[in-house]
């Protein structure tokens, strides 16, 4: 079995890999997909930037994108395996310089903030998204629960980073250019 692979493809934000490892394994505990195998992939402004701009036409980086294994999955319910292969969720590509820049804007911890941002990309990879108010919604009490459970367990105190975003960028219904925004940076 495979469980989480972390990989650091870039140079520029410096990373303690066996902590953001340790912390994708209780998250996982507290979603319960200990069974699935997943990805955690740390990338430069320039390598999130072009993945961004191949699979959501975004020409700019961003903190996280995700690619589930497993298609049109409703949100929180678990994949259904029949076989061995296909006992993984997906990958989660951390923009980790974007991260970083944001980070030293709202004076965050690196570390705390690749946390969360690593619940929000597992929330996507189990079928969550945030494109209506309603979505975003349901998608923050999900991220809350993690959170919570992962506070408790760990002492920590993270927020989620969808109730950040949320308060942000308020939406107006039927304002595209304003769900366009939310959208933006959060995937």
Same mark, same amino acid.
């Given at each position: 079995?495979? $469980? %989480?692979?972390?990989?650091?493809? @870039?140079?520029?934000?410096?990373?303690?890999?066996?902590?953001?490892?340790?912390? +994708?394994? &209780?998250?996982?505990?507290?979603?319960?997909?200990?069974?699935?195998?997943?990805?955690?992939?740390?990338?430069?402004?320039?390598?999130?930037?072009?993945?961004?701009?191949?699979?959501?036409?975004?020409?700019?980086?961003?903190?996280?994108?995700?690619?589930?294994?497993?298609?049109?999955?409703?949100?929180?319910?678990?994949?259904?395996?029949?076989?061995?292969?296909?006992?993984?969720?997906?990958?989660?590509?951390? $923009? %980790?310089?974007?991260?970083?820049? @944001?980070?030293?804007?709202?004076?965050?911890?690196?570390?705390?903030?690749?946390? +969360?941002? &690593?619940?929000?990309?597992?929330?996507?990879?189990?079928?969550?998204?945030?494109?209506?108010?309603?979505?975003?919604?349901?998608?923050?009490?999900?991220?809350?629960?993690?959170?919570?459970?992962?506070?408790?367990?760990?002492?920590?105190?993270?927020?989620?980073?969808?109730?950040?975003?949320?308060?942000?960028?308020?939406?107006?219904?039927?304002?595209?250019?304003?769900?366009?925004?939310?959208?933006?940076?959060?995937?």
């Amino acid at each position: 079995m495979m $469980g %989480v692979v972390v990989r650091n493809l @870039q140079s520029v934000v410096s990373l303690r890999r066996a902590r953001l490892r340790a912390d +994708v394994e &209780t998250l996982r505990l507290i979603f319960g997909v200990q069974r699935f195998d997943m990805s955690v992939i740390c990338v430069d402004n320039r390598k999130i930037q072009r993945i961004n701009h191949a699979y959501r036409r975004q020409n700019q980086p961003t903190d996280v994108l995700s690619f589930s294994f497993h298609e049109d999955l409703r949100p929180g319910k678990l994949p259904y395996a029949l076989h061995r292969d296909e006992y993984t969720l997906g990958d989660i590509f951390l $923009g %980790v310089e974007y991260i970083m820049q @944001q980070c030293k804007e709202t004076s965050q911890d690196l570390h705390d903030t690749l946390t +969360v941002v &690593t619940a929000h990309g597992i929330c996507h990879l189990l079928g969550y998204r945030h494109e209506t108010e309603e979505e975003w919604s349901e998608m923050l009490q999900k991220e809350s629960y993690i959170l919570r459970e992962f506070n408790r367990i760990t002492g920590s105190r993270l927020e989620p980073v969808t109730k950040r975003y949320f308060l942000m960028h308020k939406f107006t219904r039927g304002n595209s250019s304003n769900q366009r925004k939310t959208k933006r940076n959060f995937s």
